[in-house]
T-cell receptor
Framework: AQSVSQHNHHVILSEAASLELGCNYSYGGTVNLFWYVQYPGQHLQLLLK????DPLVKGIKGFEAEFIKSKFSFNLRKPSVQWSDTAEYFC???????????WGAGTKLIIKP | SQTIHQWPATLVQPVGSPLSLECTVE??????LYWYRQAAGRGLQLLFYSIGIDQISSEVPQNLSASRPQDRQFILSSKKLLLSDSGFYLC????????????FGEGSRLTVL
């Protein structure tokens, strides 16, 4: 069965540190890839997405993610985090244009001021 | 612009009582509609999705049901709540088709006592 793995459940960083959150999926066919973010007290919202084309995609608030097909990965990165990036981040995969998104368990990111 | 409204935001119900969570979308037509359950550390679990009025697909057998009486209205129900139904429920919509990009409501926290 298809699955999505997020390697770290909790990450704590200081402001200005670099961030990389891992996401791996298990599926060999066509995928659409997403990162969603949930800030404290707010609803889930899309951070960035990959459908096709340039495997390096840029999202809101300085985030980017790189799709590496050979590694079945879609890691999220930010060169310098801010306190306001404290949130829970979810990786999700849509396989073969199905209606269902397969979700990772989420990574809680805490940025220390 | 499109908006999604979900209510109530919080609900405390006794075991065995009925449930009705409502979700409406504005600013779009014929959306795909979804009910998810979010559990801490486990990501999102798809409960139901709908591609049209009275067209409901259930992903997980359980004590809950869903209905779509109007194009932009999606209701999550139960006749008799169980303790295990406690959780955080999210409504979401996407454009017709199946790209996988979802827009979420703010969620409903259900506590069954």
């Amino acid at each position: 069965a298809q699955s999505v793995s997020q390697h770290n459940h909790h990450v704590i960083l200081s402001e200005a540190a670099s961030l990389e959150l891992g996401c791996n999926y298990s599926y060999g066919g066509t995928v659409n890839l997403f990162w969603y973010v949930q800030y404290p007290g707010q609803h889930l919202q899309l951070l960035l997405k990959y459908f096709s084309g340039d495997p390096l995609v840029k999202g809101i608030k300085g985030f980017e993610a790189e799709f590496i097909k050979s590694k079945f990965s879609f890691n999220l990165r930010k060169p310098s985090v801010q306190w306001s990036d404290t949130a829970e981040y979810f990786c999700a995969v849509n396989v073969d244009s199905n209606y269902q998104l397969i979700w990772g368990a989420g990574t809680k990111l805490i940025i220390k001021p | 612009s499109q908006t999604i409204h979900q209510w109530p935001a919080t609900l405390v119900q006794p075991v065995g009582s009925p449930l009705s969570l409502e979700c409406t979308v504005e600013g779009t037509s014929n959306p795909n509609l979804y009910w998810y359950r979010q559990a801490a550390g486990r990501g999102l679990q798809l409960l139901f999705y709908s591609i049209g009025i009275d067209q409901i697909s259930s992903e997980v057998p359980q004590n809950l049901s869903a209905s779509r009486p109007q194009d932009r209205q999606f209701i999550l129900s139960s006749k008799k709540l169980l303790l295990s139904d406690s959780g955080f429920y999210l409504c979401a919509w996407s454009v017709s088709g199946n790209s996988g990009e979802l827009f979420f409501g703010e969620g409903s926290r259900l506590t069954v006592l």
